[in-house]
């Protein structure tokens, strides 16, 4: 199942959870690559170790762990890199149902994270800008013209009344009258 999959997996066996993986985990280990198969998991990741010991322990205890978006910062390339995965470990079992090892499930989210931040910060700054311009402005949506925005110059025209949310007709009935 591991090894025919396009989603990184590792499975981590025994008293040292030696790591075995597929090809799509190599990505996962970057540069540390070349050696890490069927070495202890806390010597391949020792840079992060001390984050996912406790869900090493969780998942070696029985208890299934996922994690979306988290933050790791990785130095799998021989550098630190502020990476983030959302992954999971699940319990493998062997033929006395002992807990044995673990299946890590994984996804680098790093890259739609760092896009989400970037659009995030955009936002803001266009939000900052929005509210600071000299002339008045509104955002409206949709086909019954609904309030998102509304800049301060914007607000002092039509009396501070409130329209977010609302469709224009019910926020400004007397322009409906008029027509608008």
């Known amino acids: 199942l591991m090894l025919e999959s396009r989603f990184a997996m590792c499975l981590c066996w025994g008293p040292e959870l030696t790591l075995f993986y597929n090809d799509a985990y190599m990505r996962v280990l970057g540069a540390k690559e070349p050696g890490a198969l069927g070495q202890p ?68 989210v790093t890259r739609r994270v760092q896009n989400e931040r970037r659009l995030s910060a955009d936002v803001a700054q266009l939000g900052r800008m929005f509210d600071q311009a000299p002339s008045f402005m509104a955002m409206l949506t949709g086909p019954d013209h609904v309030f998102r925005y509304a800049n301060p110059a914007y607000m002092r025209l039509i009396g501070a009344r409130d329209v977010l949310g609302k469709p224009a007709a019910e926020a400004l009935p007397e322009a409906a009258q008029q027509g608008y």
């Open 41 to 108: 998991l806390a010597v391949i990741w020792s840079d992060v170790w001390e984050d996912i010991r406790p869900l090493v322990d969780s998942v070696m205890s029985g208890t299934a762990t996922m994690q979306e978006d988290m933050p790791l910062t990785m130095l799998r390339n021989g550098y630190p890199e502020e990476t983030f995965f959302t992954f999971s470990y699940t319990p493998v079992r062997d033929e006395d149902g002992g807990i044995a090892g673990f299946l890590n499930v994984t996804t680098d």
